[in-house]
């Protein structure tokens, strides 16, 4: 029993294909994989398997797997439940590499459906077999015909080899990506994972990028179980040069409770799926409309240069409201180089404005060429990144493939420097969308999803192209020198925590007792007016508590401040109290919040938002995933509401961004580092300053420490 | 010469048609327009004038319109431009009710033909002649065939007649329109206004209302030049129970750019045109493709009683993504009573949860009736509004006609109730969207597409279901009494205006020097801590021209204060100075603003935002329409990211929303009923305290005043 190919690969491309519960009934599911296989001209070897036939569908029929050869790559199982376990075990003694169980009524049934799910996976590992699903709806490879699903999607079209993978853990899903695509784009590979038992949908994506004829993977889950492994492919992919989209059901708390009541999967909090994403350069779409517009462009579009768009359209009107689109939704509208206009001028009437968005006007109803005409002139100019064609309705006498092939080959060479030509054919007659999306360009029936679609394309490309972030920090990871169990860090704990990170923090110090306090308060350094707190780990909501005295002038207002904040938290019950923290009251600046989350699936995840109460009432945060490079910083805090008070809003002095994106970088790095030794970390208010920030409080939650893990 | 019927009656749904410039060439537009109204089995008199040729297609043609008989509802002008004047004025004197002139070479062009064009429209005028265009693509009417437009759009498919309306200025996009509503949703009336040198595309919609077979009008226009007739038209919309969709183009300032040069009109703020078009229940598209998904589901839905929305999917995936969907679109989950769920529990397997959203799990391949009974019981419950019907992928063996005559049944019966069905058919077989679409089932291709049209169905039906406000105060409006032409008044005397209109002020008194200051200080009713500002009309930058002067504590320093601020009013040449403001200083609360801008074309809006420097800075404002009603100003307010500052954050205690509303409120009556005399009043801050709200600064300006205008 040789195993030569990897068992995801044996899944992915076999060359050899057993149906465990071959049927000679072809409406039968058993019956229609045997069937699929013809139809999609499957060339290898194919094993029948049926306990009372000797022949199924033509074919020799094998008693029980135990009866199969040595090397099979791909076992379909798709028999009852209850006989699924033995065939499995069968497989998986003979050497097969792979196996797919198709049969349902395990782990989505219950407890009990779990167990015997989770022996099947302990039996194939055991013989070193991969499984897919169980409860799935199978696997197709599209460029060798090894379609083992019964899914309809193969059936109500059939389906073509191309460059989009779907990888879905819903058969259903996976069905309708295939079907949306059909048409414009064709699908190498088609994968439903069901229960997930053993392989999943992130070990799926990066096995299919692997193969060169991919382009775009299209992904479909309702709970992301591997997020590590989901990075890893997202940057394969942009190592290749290819794109994964995603959809990840449960975005909201409705939807993530229906998911759960579907799947069983634990809800997933939404900011941080999408932080991770987008961190990794993973596409997300809402809905599966979406998701197929996406695919389209991404799987037919050569990468573009920039998000400068021309837009050229035989209606004004449509002109107009494209370019409304494409800078609400983030695009440049371009500005036409003089080179450029003039070439416009020599072929437009002279009534045409030569601006951007060219409006070729009634005039095409007597000249279909104008179109052709101006579309190189776009394309040539500098600055134009992409070229939309803005098609309205057009008369029976346009010639639309002449058309189609004009626009074509002025996509294909602008391809070559960078420049993307896609098209809108919005209330036209179907054939010219068809031609056009058979030469190649990626065309929409919707002006808006045109431009959505193009928008998210450029921002991918230019995602792409900056180089990955390298900031981490190097050298062990501070970390509590007793961190205690499960608690939380004392103020000043926390504080020499961030100190030994390298982040600044409000001058202070701790003492016992408020002679000892009035005594910092003559110290040189401790200029008034001062802060004095409570210092506790056992002390949250510090204001809450009455154990907050700020502003105070002297030696004797901080003396009696301290013995105030003392007999507050003893009256509290406030245990164990480590004393008073007497600190330099921040003046000016305005207050923001950093801080970092430790998400059981997704590792450190950042926080930088509004500080004070804001932070929890404006809702006014962006969330990071490390690792971050200084755009990334820069982006997050130009997106949030309280951005224009720092940057020097209405001619005031500008803070010191500089370090704050600085702060927010180390912070990032050190907290990575932990490995989750800190499950969340809350430096907030963080006082940006005219020069220099400063981290005014910090609450540190820890757990045992796991150094490095 | 009798004139029976209004001019556009007879161009909406002429019984005689004259084409001047009738051809016999079919591919001439004086030649298409006869073949049209043949295709579409116009029925009334047709007139063909030709110069030169005594048959045109078959008829007897006249040699000039001067042969005209009597009473022509509309004569449709193709000539040469430069024949058009002539021919428009022989058709006015012929009594001709209504003159479509299609010709281009008008205001299009520039001056001259602008010049001509008005006096085209003069002659029209001076005989009683309303006119469509020039350079327009025409009119349609379906369900008389009067078809007298070149539009493509009724040459690629043959238009049906329905309920759903297209006016346009664009004849590419009302050809666009119409063509994306073709399958779905019949159009009654096509018109495209094109110049809109006289019939604007406000008063066409205000027309085809009146029609008893239109139920909804889908509008595009690049300028709104008669708000009040938009206002009127969305009035009658709601008193009929119609719906008014619009795409207003120009929405960004780079497509408003393209607008203008497209067609010449002015640049139109957008946040004004939205918070009108909101004001007056016009729902707003962005889009053409989502214009003609909103008219399908407006089209074809009776109104609905709210927006709790129960899912059943043939896929859990697609039933999680469109929860996601509809709770993202601010639509509620509804929560299953427990009838419902013992109804589901009857008929769904042991295993499926019910649950909203419903998974009809993978035994609807074994039971494709499970659907039709799942379906009564959810639409029988009383805490359901819309039921969702989203089928995934479905298979050759799914009984299409069965199930769209099943959903068709249920969604008729539920209609009755105020309860809407709809369907999504995302990658499923074309017939059944098909046929779910020709049983009267609103269906879509695109999950999020469905539960978006969904969402701004269930909001415009609320909103069409709520009494009209009626909050305008009565009485003549206090104006200032010496308003001075355009400028500004004091703020002193702002202040006064707003104490007239019955706007709670900050209490404070007016004095010329720094003793009277003084003196103020000792007075009762003000004390410290008190604020000095500089008052001069001239002076609107008071805290830049170092005018203002806050926390002074007792006489001796007011009187100083105020001495400075007058030395610095001097310094920087402020003039006039009317002396200096002593007031109370408002401690506590949070700082709103509330403004009001008199917009040319839209009349009074209102704004209502984050106080202080803020509302510049961060952006947080609503616009709102007058007249307003609570509920508006209240929805307004939620709606402001400052919002969970007022109502009481963190266990703070919340402040004082009723007085805010009721200011914005009272504020807003007057303001409208100014009638333009004011252009700008910007109250910053408003602040809001625990009790009441007082306004701490008003800036008006003024033009000459025109009462009641």
Chains 1, 2 share one sequence.
């Not at 465990?20 to 229609?32: E, F, N, Q, T, Y």
């Not at 230019?462 to 860090?489: I, K």
């Not at 207002?557 to 406030?574: D, Q, Y």
């Not at 207050?591 to 926080?607: K, R, S």
Request: charge should be negative; include cysteine; glycine fraction near 12%.
């Amino acid at each position: 029993m040789t195993r030569g190919r990897s068992g995801l690969d044996a899944l992915l491309d076999p060359a050899s294909i057993a149906v465990v519960g071959a049927s000679d009934d072809p409406d039968k599911i058993g019956g229609r994989l045997l069937r699929r296989l013809v139809e999609y001209g499957f060339a290898g070897k194919v094993l029948a398997i049926n306990p009372t036939r000797e022949v199924v569908q033509g074919l020799p029929a094998l008693r029980d797997a135990d009866q199969l050869p040595d090397g099979v790559d791909l076992a379909v199982v798709v028999t009852a439940a209850a006989a699924a376990p033995a065939a499995v075990a069968a497989c998986a003694r003979r050497g097969v590499r792979a196996c797919a169980v198709l049969s349902s009524g395990f782990g989505e049934l219950g407890a009990e459906g779990e167990r015997v799910q989770r022996a099947m996976v302990a039996t194939a590992r055991a013989h070193g077999m991969r499984l897919l699903g169980p409860n799935c709806q199978g696997v197709a490879n599209l460029a060798s015909g090894a379609v083992t699903s019964f899914s309809s999607s193969f059936v109500n079209v059939t389906l073509r080899d191309g460059p989009l993978a779907v990888v879905s853990q819903s058969g259903a899903v996976a069905g309708m990506v295939a079907a949306l695509a059909h048409g414009h784009t064709g699908v190498r590979f088609w994968v439903a994972t069901g229960n997930e038992a053993d392989v999943t949908v992130a070990e799926l994506v990066d096995g299919v990028l692997d193969d060169p004829g991919v382009r775009v993977v299209a992904a479909y889950c309702e709970h992301v179980t591997d997020a590590p492994r989901v990075a890893a492919a997202a940057d394969k992919a942009r190592r290749l040069g290819k794109a994964v989209l995603m959809v990840k059901a449960g975005a909201t708390e409705a939807g993530a409770r229906a998911a759960v009541s579907h799947t069983g999967a634990l809800a997933q909090p939404d900011a941080v799926v999408a932080a991770f994403l987008r961190a990794h350069g993973v596409v997300r779409a809402r809905s599966l409309g979406e998701l197929s517009e996406l695919a389209r462009l991404f799987a037919g579009a050569a990468p573009v240069r920039g998000n400068r768009v021309a837009i050229v359209s035989n209606s004004g009107g449509l002109g107009v409201m494209m370019a409304d689109a494409a800078v609400a939704a983030g695009l440049a509208l371009a500005e036409l180089d003089e080179t450029t206009r003039a070439g416009l001028g020599a072929v437009l009437p002279a009534f045409a404005a030569t601006t951007n968005p060219v409006d070729l006007t009634g005039q095409i109803v007597q000249q279909p060429h104008l179109l052709s005409a101006v579309l190189p002139v776009l394309a040539a100019d500098p600055g134009v990144d992409v070229v939309l064609v803005a098609l309205g309705i057009v008369g029976p006498t346009y010639p639309v493939d002449t058309i189609a092939e004009d626009v074509a080959a002025v996509a294909t060479e602008a391809a070559g420097r960078g420049v993307l030509v896609t098209a809108a054919s919005v209330g036209g007659r179907p054939e010219l969308a068809e031609r056009l999306t058979a030469r190649g360009v990626p065309t929409f029936a919707d002006d808006a999803v045109c431009v959505r679609a193009v928008a998210r394309f450029a921002e991918h490309c230019a995602q792409r192209h900056r180089p990955r972030p390298s900031t981490a920090p190097t050298g062990d990871v501070p970390l509590p020198e007793a961190p205690g169990g499960d608690g939380f860090l004392s103020e000043h704990a926390g504080k020499a925590l961030m100190s030994a990170w390298g982040l600044p923090v409000v001058a202070g110090r701790l003492v016992t007792d408020p002679a000892a306090a009035a005594a910092v308060a003559t110290a040189t350094g401790c200029d008034p007016p001062l802060v004095v707190k409570l210092c506790s780990p056992a002390a949250l909501h510090k204001t809450e508590l009455g154990a907050v005295r700020l502003g105070l002038g002297d030696a004797a207002a901080v003396e009696r401040a301290a013995a105030e904040v003392l007999a507050a938290g003893r009256r509290a019950g406030v245990e164990p109290i480590e004393g008073v923290l007497v600190e330099a009251m921040v003046a000016g600046g305005v207050e923001v919040a950093v801080g970092g989350i430790w998400d059981p699936v997704f590792g450190a995840t950042v926080l930088v938002g509004s500080g004070g109460v804001q932070v929890e009432t404006l809702r006014d945060f962006q969330l990071l995933v490390p690792p971050l490079d200084r755009a990334d910083v820069v982006a997050a805090v130009r997106a949030l509401a309280v951005h224009p008070l720092l940057s020097g809003a209405r001619g005031a002095e500008p803070l010191d961004m500089d370090a704050l994106v600085e702060l927010v970088l180390r912070f990032s790095g050190w907290f990575a580092a932990t490995g989750g030794a800190l499950p969340e970390v809350d430096l907030n208010p963080v006082f940006v300053l005219r020069e220099g920030v400063v981290v005014a409080d910090a609450l540190v939650r820890t757990r045992e420490t796991r150094k490095g893990a």
